[in-house]
């Protein structure tokens, strides 16, 4: 037997500020890595009208990387590494769109948190990110430039998407999540008393 617990966001965190109003650019928050695939994210950006904003911190052992992803960076692209987390709603509330394309991911909370934020999110189709988002997201294919810029198209010329905030603020806080893991372990001891 087994119980589905999904990740989750802080809803205190990730709310919305009156304060900030527009949306604009594209952002990526992710640790930078291969397996996160920023390189391609870069490559589809070319000859796009937007900015593009990747946060994170670089990964252990993957500075060629970065040197790469920087080097193949259009000037509609800037870095800023890690940042703060108490940072990161601001960013996100000012984005139009994020995007993940990672080659693998089980949900990725920034996705999560962008969506908790009122983004558009373009999430590569792998792992069980169509779970968490179904039609309330656009996929790409992470080794398809292609693709990766349509989505990217795609998801900036939508109007914001205002289920998908319902839906993560609804169903995937760190709250729902403990209360799904409290009531499986319940489950699990009722079962075996």
């Known amino acids: 037997k087994?119980?589905?617990?999904?990740?989750?966001?802080?809803?205190?965190?990730?709310?919305?500020?009156?304060?900030i109003s527009g949306r604009e650019g594209?952002?990526?928050?992710?640790?930078?890595?291969?397996?996160?695939?920023?390189?391609?994210?870069?490559?589809?950006?070319?000859?796009?009208?937007?900015?593009?904003?990747?946060?994170?911190?670089v990964a252990p052992n993957h500075s060629s990387y970065l040197s790469r992803v920087l080097k193949e960076s259009g000037e509609n692209v800037r870095y800023l590494g890690q940042i703060p987390q108490s940072e990161l709603p601001g960013f996100y509330q000012r984005a139009k769109v994020h995007v993940l394309p990672s080659w693998f991911e089980t949900t990725g909370l920034s996705s999560l948190e962008a969506g908790a934020m009122g983004c558009n999110?373009?999430?590569?189709?792998?792992?069980?990110?169509?779970?968490?988002?179904?039609?309330?997201?656009f996929y790409c294919e992470p080794d398809d430039i292609?693709?990766?810029?349509?989505?990217?198209?795609?998801?900036?010329?939508?109007?914001?998407?205002?289920?998908?905030?319902?839906?993560?603020?609804?169903?995937?806080?760190?709250?729902?999540?403990?209360?799904?893991t409290f009531r499986a372990y319940e489950k699990v001891l009722d079962e075996k008393s």
């Open 2 to 19: 087994w119980s589905v617990v999904e990740n989750g966001v802080d809803p205190k965190l990730f709310r919305l500020d009156d304060s």
């Open 26 to 57: 594209v952002l990526c928050v992710a640790r930078v890595e291969g397996l996160k695939n920023q390189l391609n994210l870069v490559l589809a950006m070319k000859g796009l009208p937007w900015t593009l904003t990747l946060i994170g911190a």
């Open 121 to 137: 999110i373009v999430v590569a189709k792998r792992g069980d990110v169509t779970e968490y988002f179904q039609d309330r997201a």
């Open 146 to 180: 292609s693709s990766i810029r349509e989505a990217v198209r795609r998801a900036y010329e939508e109007p914001l998407n205002s289920a998908l905030r319902e839906r993560i603020l609804n169903n995937c806080t760190w709250e729902k999540a403990a209360l799904k």
